[in-house]
């Protein structure tokens, strides 16, 4: 069987193919107002418990035992190796490396990412404009990646 790239990734479903308009619409707000604040969002100051369940049981949030949501996927409320910076000024972090070059796509604009390797801690700086990676250092980076259609938790999978 031949591999054809374009096939294969339109093929993917992304985690918006997994939610109603309403939870889209609550996942966008929850993912700004981590990003405004910076901080993790109290679960009880949503008014919404129903949509918050539902979202938590499609694996798009994480919350702590103490009910602060963490995690709205792919940004996190908690530092972690991937700083994302938005086109548009805002910036935050994000739960793994794919999703940080995800985020262009997220949010529709172009970003920068800066990293660290797993492996080394090198630092690593990619850009992605119109889509497409624009520039990254250094030279010869590479992503390793795990086929997440049949994660039931996206957001506590990386």
Not at 72 to 87: D, E, I, R
């Amino acid at each position: 069987m031949e591999f054809n790239i374009e096939t294969e990734l339109t093929a993917i479903p992304n985690i918006n193919a997994l939610l109603s308009g309403q939870e889209r619409q609550a996942r966008l707000l929850l993912m700004d107002k981590i990003i405004m604040n910076g901080s993790p969002i109290n679960s009880s100051d949503f008014i919404d418990n129903d949509l918050l369940h539902s979202l938590g049981s499609k694996g798009v949030i994480v919350k702590d035992s103490d009910g602060l949501i963490n995690v709205v996927y792919p940004v996190s409320a908690l530092p972690t190796p991937h700083k994302v910076k938005l086109k548009d000024g805002r910036s935050f972090y994000s739960i793994c490396a794919v999703d940080s070059l995800g985020s262009a796509f997220a949010f529709s604009q172009d970003l920068t990412v800066n990293s660290s390797c797993s492996y080394c801690q090198k630092s690593i700086s990619v850009a992605i404009e119109n889509g497409e990676i624009a520039a990254f250092d250094p030279g010869g980076i590479f992503v390793s990646h795990t086929d997440l259609v049949g994660e039931v938790n996206w957001a506590g999978t990386c």
